[in-house]
C-alpha cells in the first residue's frame, strides 16, 4: 500500500507561481512512477506531468515551459514548480503513484488563479 498527500495548494493570481508537494509513504520502494492531474467540475481528471524511477519525465502540452516535475527520493516526495500561472490553470490537483501495476491517488489540493 502506499499512501499520497498532496499539499500547497492555494488562491495565486495570473503570472504567479505555486510549488505542490506528495509525500508518499508505505511501500514506498516499489513505486515506479509519480505524477500530477488535474481535475475541474464536470470534466474528467486530465494528465498534467509526470516522473518515472530513472527522473524520464512527459507533460501535458498546455503546461510545457511553465510546469516542472521533479522527485526528492530520500524524503519520497514529488513536487510540481507551477510558474506563469494562468485562470485555466484552476482546478484540483492529484497526485498519482504507480505501484505494482496498482495506481494509488492522494486527495487532492485546490489551486485557484484569479484573473
Known amino acids: 500500500q502506499v499512501h499520497l498527500v498532496e499539499s500547497g495548494g492555494g488562491l495565486v493570481q495570473a503570472g504567479g507561481s505555486l510549488r505542490l508537494s506528495c509525500a508518499a509513504s508505505g511501500v514506498v520502494g516499489s513505486i515506479n512512477s509519480m505524477g500530477w492531474y488535474r481535475q475541474v467540475p464536470g470534466k474528467q481528471r486530465e494528465f498534467i506531468a509526470d516522473?518515472?524511477?530513472?527522473?524520464?519525465?512527459h507533460y501535458a502540452d498546455s503546461v510545457k515551459g511553465r510546469f516542472t516535475i521533479s522527485r526528492d527520493n530520500p524524503k519520497n516526495t514529488v513536487y510540481l514548480q507551477m510558474n506563469s500561472l494562468k485562470p485555466e490553470d484552476t482546478g484540483v490537483y492529484y497526485c498519482?503513484?504507480?505501484?505494482?501495476?496498482?495506481?494509488?491517488w492522494g486527495q487532492g489540493t485546490q489551486v485557484t488563479v484569479s484573473s
Open positions: 516522473i518515472t524511477d530513472s527522473d524520464i519525465t
Open positions: 498519482k503513484a504507480l505501484s505494482w501495476r496498482t495506481y494509488y
